[in-house]
């Protein structure tokens, strides 16, 4: 009796082991191969490293640059199956642009956006963009920004000063507010202290229209307006309407002398040292928003007048015919004095227009 019941205890527990490998063998239970292969749908490769990048602009949270700037890193964090990261600082609080660009060039911070005139000053090949009334509306700046000499001759003068570069975005036309009066005219000009970005380029320009051209970081102009230190300054619609000109200052005058551009650039060791699959999505992604973006902003411009408008200030828009006044008095005095530092751009430029 004992030997039959050991038999049939030893039958058991065969069976018991056979089952249990059998079971294991299945994983989740799903038949054999049948599990998606590492790297497919998309994915840059689980085999990958895991990568943060800083990702800094002073933009404020509340543009579109902001927004952009998260919706890139979204997108690399999925093209990558969440193995590539953009740490996304705005409001400056990495800095200023021209720490974000200092930041950059040191490796401190791996990615950021700078505005182009800030960035001349580490490269001053950019500056052609700022030359006022050289591009002259939404469909050239487009032009300018997709034109591939244009590209490659400022990613070479980028990579010569410590950059590696995406691209750029135009964000609006500059556009003058004062408390003085509205600017219809040349006339118009003299006399008004206007604030103006640390750029030779810009400083000439307020001069040659016959303004008193103020040379002040961003964070300084609200309280500079309220004491009264200066009567007026110069950004695009949506920067005037974030920045509360329409409670410090009384009109605006759509003069549309320079045209703004953001810069996207990177740490070239930074880069250097990615697989080369991050560098395919990033290059891809960057690519596909910048032109979005520029269109956004275009979208945004006249809705933001509008809004500086039902706030209080007194809108106008100048005359073709003034325009062209203030194009030819610039052509004159201020593109002369940078003839020289942007002579094959400018030449590129007059055929592409």
């Known amino acids: 009796m004992f030997r039959r019941n050991s038999f049939w205890l030893v039958i058991i527990s065969v069976f018991v082991i056979m089952l249990m490998a059998a079971c294991g063998s299945g994983g989740s239970g799903a038949p054999a191969g049948s599990g998606t292969p590492a790297g497919s749908e998309g994915s840059a490769g689980a085999d990958l490293p895991q990568v943060t990048w800083k990702l800094a602009s002073q933009s404020a949270d509340n543009v579109l640059f902001a927004s952009m700037l998260r919706d890139v890193a979204a997108e690399v964090s999925e093209r990558t199956n969440g193995g590539f990261n953009l740490q996304v600082y705005t409001n400056a609080s990495l800095g200023s642009d021209r720490e974000i660009a200092e930041g950059v060039q040191a490796g401190i911070i791996d990615c950021g956006q700078v505005t182009q005139a800030v960035l001349a000053n580490f490269c001053p090949a950019l500056g052609v963009s700022d030359l006022p009334y050289l591009i002259p509306d939404w469909e050239s700046a487009k032009i300018f920004l997709t034109d591939p000499q244009i590209y490659e001759i400022q990613k070479n003068a980028l990579a010569d000063n410590g950059f590696h570069f995406f691209g750029a975005v135009c964000y609006g036309f500059r556009q003058c507010t004062n408390n ?91 880069y250097a040292a990615l697989p080369d699959e991050y560098k395919t999505v990033l290059d891809e992604v960057f690519a596909e928003y910048l032109l979005k973006t520029t269109e956004g902003y275009q979208r945004e411009e006249d809705e933001y007048a509008q809004k500086l408008a039902d706030a209080g200030m007194e809108y106008n828009i100048v005359s073709e015919e003034n325009l062209a006044e203030f194009r030819r008095v610039c052509q004159e005095q201020v593109w002369p004095q940078f003839a020289d530092q942007f002579a094959d751009q400018i030449a590129i430029i007059e055929t592409i227009f």
């Not at 040659?208 to 307006?225: C, D, F, N, R, S």
């Open 180 to 270: 003085i009066r509205p600017i219809n005219t040349l006339e118009d000009f003299v006399g008004i202290k206007f604030r103006v970005m640390q750029s030779d380029i810009y400083i000439a320009t307020f001069k040659a229209l016959g303004a008193y051209p103020v040379g002040m970081a961003k964070a300084e102009v609200v309280t500079a307006l309220q004491q009264h230190t200066i009567d007026g300054q110069e950004n695009p619609m949506e920067i005037n309407f974030n920045e509360g000109m329409a409670d410090v200052q009384k009109y605006l005058s759509k003069t549309s002398h320079v045209s703004a551009f953001a810069d996207f650039v990177c740490n070239p060791a930074s």
